[in-house]
């Protein structure tokens, strides 16, 4: 059983930074693909970035491309979404996922990420 767990929102102005992680635990992170979706009160839950165990490779939401980057260590099982140039549209919980590799490629369907952390609250205002 994968159990997540995200830090690192809070309340930032527009143009700042915050740093994500996603904290795993009850197995190895080496076989699965890591996921970072958010949601907006009264939207969808969308995809914004994943990365690939098997090869590193990452894919971003083309709102977020340029601003966001993810990374991994596998050894600590923690994966990161750094967060740059924020826009209150960015505003949203922020959670992190985990899925197998075999869906680690085209768009990120929500319903293929079995497990799931609880969020963190991502908040940008003046």
């Known amino acids: 059983q994968v159990q997540l767990v995200e830090s690192g929102g809070g309340l930032v102005q527009p143009g700042g930074s915050l740093r994500l992680s996603c904290a795993a635990s009850g197995v190895t992170l080496d076989y699965f693909c890591i996921g970072w979706f958010r949601q907006s009160p009264g939207k969808e839950r969308e995809g914004v970035s994943r990365?690939?165990?098997?090869?590193?490779?990452?894919y971003y939401a083309d709102s977020v491309k340029g601003r966001f980057t993810i990374s991994r260590d596998n050894a600590k099982k923690m994966v990161y979404l750094q967060i740059n140039s924020l826009k209150p549209e960015d505003t949203a919980v922020y959670y992190c996922a985990a899925t197998v590799e075999a869906y680690c490629s085209g768009i990120m369907r929500r319903d293929w990420y079995n497990y799931w952390g609880q969020g963190t609250q991502v908040t940008v205002s003046s």
């Open positions: 990365i690939s165990n098997k090869d590193g490779s990452t």
